[in-house]
């Protein structure tokens, strides 16, 4: 009689880990390409501006394409082909190393951030399904994050290998690193065939519990969220300017830039499933759903000084800059994927995680285009006012999120 929490507890953290590792090779792939595609359009002769606008293009697709993933994962409830679909797409990747071609590279970098728009909504979904009657969805998500950021740690000391032992950081040196990415591809497919098979063939995914909202649609708060989400990202530091700012001042080696990159992602590893637990913590002494919410305050206050450390003249300032980088990173993937789970109805979470991300996205883009272009302007100074205005203006949302929070709750 004993064994009903146990078995209840067990399927949850099954479908943590597994989707976690998925992630993990995932993670190897992408971000590996993420820590390095700055520096390597630097050395091809593409402006800041052109790569700003480059990268935000590629998150505001890979974001919005989410909001209609998520209302496909809605209607239909198939998750399974979003992902097959969403992670073959990572083989792009590995074809960044065969072109030096800027037009087919920027289709290249397109694509990878569509096959992760297509593959994001479903999965968290059905994480946060599984998790938040059973281990909690601060944790499971934080649990996940954390499992991420081992791929994204391992995966850019690819290109750290490859420097190092070259003794050189040329166009052959990056599309080597390109190329190496192969390998971690090939084995998550493998890994995500036996995946299916195995959540299929043992039932992992309980049944769902879709009551306890008033009603079926998004609620006030989540609008009042979703803006919080949007100024917080708009002023958000990004780390194509950030990479680019290292490689153009000569302020640290391509390896030093690369190893900076997973180093802060080791941070973001920690620090999601620290603020996981807190926000799962903050939920159960208030009693109330909404309860974590007040975590979200951690971000606009973390995020202030980013600017200011990651792109001054120091080499060491940016260090720093990385380590609180890591924080918020940490704090953007769990308590803010968490939060959509609770002030979402089941039914339309989806929809939420794809109107979340698209706000997500096009924040990245208004932000990394602009700062991007203010770089080249040499304009640091105003990326530094511009980031501080956001975050204040974020600020102000979370005041009203809580107070919206509260008087629900009332």
Same mark, same amino acid.
């Given at each position: 009689?004993?064994?009903?929490?146990?078995?209840?507890?067990?399927?949850?953290?099954?479908?943590?880990?597994?989707?976690?590792?998925?992630?993990?090779?995932?993670?190897?792939?992408?971000?590996?390409?993420?820590?390095?595609?700055?520096?390597?359009?630097?050395?091809?002769?593409?402006?800041?501006?052109?790569?700003?606008?480059?990268?935000? #293009? $590629?998150? +505001?697709? !890979?974001?919005?394409?989410?909001?209609?993933?998520?209302? *496909? /994962?809605? %209607?239909? @409830?198939?998750?399974?082909?979003?992902?097959?679909?969403?992670?073959?797409?990572?083989?792009?990747?590995?074809?960044?190393?065969?072109?030096?071609?800027?037009?087919?590279?920027?289709?290249?970098?397109?694509?990878?951030?569509?096959?992760?728009?297509?593959?994001?909504?479903?999965?968290?979904?059905?994480?946060?399904?599984?998790?938040?009657?059973?281990?909690?969805?601060?944790?499971?998500?934080?649990?996940?994050?954390?499992?991420?950021? #081992? $791929?994204? +740690?391992? !995966?850019?000391?690819?290109?750290?290998?490859?420097?190092? *032992? /070259?003794? %050189?950081? @040329?166009?052959?040196?990056?599309?080597?690193?390109?190329?190496?990415?192969?390998?971690?591809?090939?084995?998550?497919?493998?890994?995500?065939?036996?995946?299916?098979?195995?959540?299929?063939?043992?039932?992992?995914?309980?049944?769902?519990?879709?009551?306890?909202?008033?009603?079926?649609?998004?609620?006030?708060?989540?609008?009042?969220?979703?803006?919080?989400?949007?100024?917080?990202?708009?002023?958000?530091?990004?780390?194509?300017?950030?990479?680019?700012?290292?490689?153009?001042?000569?302020?640290?080696?391509?390896?030093?830039?690369?190893?900076?990159?997973?180093?802060?992602?080791?941070?973001?590893?920690?620090?999601?499933?620290?603020?996981?637990?807190?926000?799962?913590?903050?939920?159960?002494?208030?009693?109330?759903?909404?309860?974590?919410?007040?975590?979200?305050?951690?971000?606009?206050?973390?995020?202030?000084?980013?600017?200011?450390?990651?792109?001054?003249?120091?080499?060491?300032?940016?260090?720093?800059?990385?380590?609180?980088?890591?924080?918020?990173?940490?704090?953007?993937?769990?308590?803010?994927?968490?939060?959509?789970?609770?002030?979402?109805?089941?039914?339309?979470?989806?929809?939420?995680?794809?109107?979340?991300?698209?706000?997500?996205?096009?924040?990245?883009?208004?932000?990394?285009?602009?700062?991007?272009?203010?770089?080249?302007?040499?304009?640091?100074?105003?990326?530094?006012?511009?980031?501080?205005?956001?975050?204040?203006?974020?600020?102000?949302?979370?005041?009203?999120?809580?107070?919206?929070?509260?008087?629900?709750?009332?």
């Amino acid at each position: 009689m004993n064994t009903q929490p146990k078995k209840r507890f067990a399927p949850a953290v099954t479908v943590i880990i597994l989707f976690g590792v998925i992630s993990m090779l995932g993670d190897m792939v992408y971000e590996t390409a993420r820590s390095a595609n700055s520096q390597y359009l630097n050395l091809l002769g593409i402006s800041a501006a052109q790569v700003g606008l480059v990268f935000g #293009i $590629g998150e +505001f697709l !890979g974001y919005f394409l989410r909001l209609v993933a998520g209302v *496909f /994962s809605d %209607k239909t @409830g198939r998750h399974w082909p979003f992902m097959f679909v969403g992670y073959g797409m990572l083989l792009v990747v590995v074809l960044i190393g065969l072109t030096m071609n800027w037009n087919i590279l920027i289709i290249l970098i397109l694509l990878e951030r569509i096959g992760k728009a297509l593959r994001s909504p479903a999965k968290d979904t059905v994480l946060s399904a599984v998790s938040e009657h059973q281990v909690g969805i601060g944790f499971a998500f934080g649990l996940q994050e954390a499992l991420d950021q #081992i $791929g994204a +740690f391992v !995966g850019p000391l690819v290109f750290t290998a490859v420097f190092y *032992f /070259s003794g %050189k950081n @040329g166009t052959v040196q990056y599309q080597t690193g390109y190329r190496l990415l192969a390998v971690p591809f090939v084995i998550l497919m493998f890994f995500l065939t036996f995946v299916y098979r195995k959540v299929k063939r043992e039932q992992l995914i309980p049944a769902v519990d879709k009551g306890g909202f008033k009603s079926e649609r998004l609620q006030n708060i989540f609008w009042v969220y979703t803006a919080f989400t949007f100024l917080c990202t708009l002023g958000f530091v990004n780390f194509s300017t950030i990479g680019y700012h290292l490689k153009a001042g000569r302020l640290m080696s391509d390896g030093n830039i690369t190893l900076v990159y997973s180093m802060a992602m080791i941070v973001d590893a920690v620090a999601a499933v620290l603020v996981g637990k807190a926000y799962d913590r903050l939920k159960k002494k208030s009693g109330s759903k909404t309860g974590g919410l007040a975590v979200l305050m951690a971000i606009p206050l973390a995020s202030l000084p980013l600017p200011f450390l990651t792109l001054s003249d120091s080499a060491v300032m940016p260090v720093i800059g990385m380590v609180i980088f890591g924080i918020v990173m940490g704090t953007h993937e769990t308590v803010m994927r968490s939060a959509i789970a609770d002030i979402t109805p089941f039914s339309k979470r989806g929809t939420g995680y794809g109107v979340f991300n698209t706000a997500y996205g096009l924040a990245l883009l208004g932000g990394a285009s602009l700062m991007g272009w203010l770089y080249d302007l040499k304009q640091t100074n105003v990326i530094m006012l511009f980031a501080c205005c956001a975050q204040a203006a974020a600020f102000i949302m979370f005041i009203k999120i809580r107070r919206m929070a509260k008087a629900d709750n009332g």
